[in-house]
């Protein structure tokens, strides 16, 4: 048999530097674990230290607005804005109230009226009402109106086939384009018969027209120099004349080749001239 161990636990020269080794690696780690923690907690105090630092530069910042006083400048109520409002003291449903009155075109003209619209306190208009300036003529009385005699300005009419650029700009609601429209259209007729042609210079409202017809007449002297010979004339120069578009103007070339020669009256065939208007486009025509 063999003989029983004296010493069952006893531990080899292995053993023993296994756990000498354990028991290095454990201090090691709780010593990391301890130091670490204090980097932790050396963070956490510098970083309170900077916020307490923080907190006292606002604090300060806060007093020092507190008692900082703004100069106040003279400003008209009637266009106080919501931040205006604000500063003054004034609460959102009295800006609001004050707004929902311009909003009428309204005007406030007393201190007393901006507090019946507003409804602000009594403490407050007597801290805001010294700063109200309302425009001269509310502070001021009314003077009497002196009434002048104005002498009625005679207009001279002027023949508007000799009208200048000029004269066609001196009429109100005539300006470089449509004195140049007016003109342009006045030289491709040759002269102007009836100052209802105006009707068809594109641009033209009705109200232009009349400032038109009370500065300028049609002579009755009038005459058309170079009247359109219809028998003779071509496709592209008749379509050229103001009252006829390139479709007419084929249609009427077209109906002077079938019946050999126009005569007055003939245009009447033509769709989209009327019996009207064809009484004056015929004072351009020579058959």
């Known amino acids: 048999m063999k003989k029983k161990n ?3 636990f006893r531990m080899y020269l292995h053993h ?37 630092a923080l907190q006292q530069q606002w604090d300060a910042a806060v007093l020092e607005k507190k008692e900082t006083k703004y100069q106040q400048y003279p400003f008209n109520p009637n266009f106080i804005t ?16 004050l707004h ?11 201190a007393k009226e901006f507090q019946q619209v507003t409804q602000v306190s009594d403490s407050l208009l007597k801290e805001i009402s010294p700063y109200f300036k309302f425009p001269d003529w509310v502070n001021q009385p009314k003077k009497a109106f002196a009434y002048q005699k104005f002498e009625k300005k005679t207009i ?37 018969v009836s100052l209802n042609q ?44 103001p009252y006829f578009n390139f479709y007419q ?4 070339i077209k109906l002077r080749s079938q019946q050999g020669t126009l005569k007055s009256g003939d245009l009447t065939k033509i769709k989209e001239i009327s019996e009207e208007k064809l009484k004056t486009i015929e004072l351009y025509l020579e058959f």
């Not at 080794?21 to 907690?41: D, E, H, M, T, V």
């Not at 409202?205 to 219809?230: A, G, H, S, W």
């Open 6 to 8: 004296k010493f069952p």
């Open 16 to 52: 023993w530097k296994g756990v000498l080794f354990c028991s290095i690696l454990l201090f090691a780690l709780q010593s990391f674990y301890f130091w670490k923690k204090q980097q932790k907690l050396k963070v956490e105090w510098e970083e309170a230290s900077s916020w307490e």
């Open 82 to 97: 919501e931040y205006k409002g604000y500063t003054l003291g004034m609460s959102l449903q009295e800006i609001k109230r």
């Open 100 to 110: 929902a009155f311009r909003a009428q075109n309204k005007y406030v003209n007393s």
């Open 156 to 192: 001279v009419k002027k023949d508007i086939n000799l009208a200048t650029k000029e004269d066609f700009m001196a009429v109100y609601g005539i300006g470089d384009a449509l004195s140049d429209r007016i003109m342009k259209f006045r030289d491709k007729l040759g002269a102007f």
């Open 198 to 241: 105006l009707h068809d210079v594109w641009g033209l409202t009705d109200e232009v027209i009349e400032n038109l017809e009370k500065r300028f007449y049609i002579n009755d002297q009038t005459q058309i120099i170079n009247k359109i010979k219809i028998n003779e004339i071509n496709i592209k120069d008749l379509a050229n004349f």
């Open 249 to 252: 103007a084929k249609e009427i």
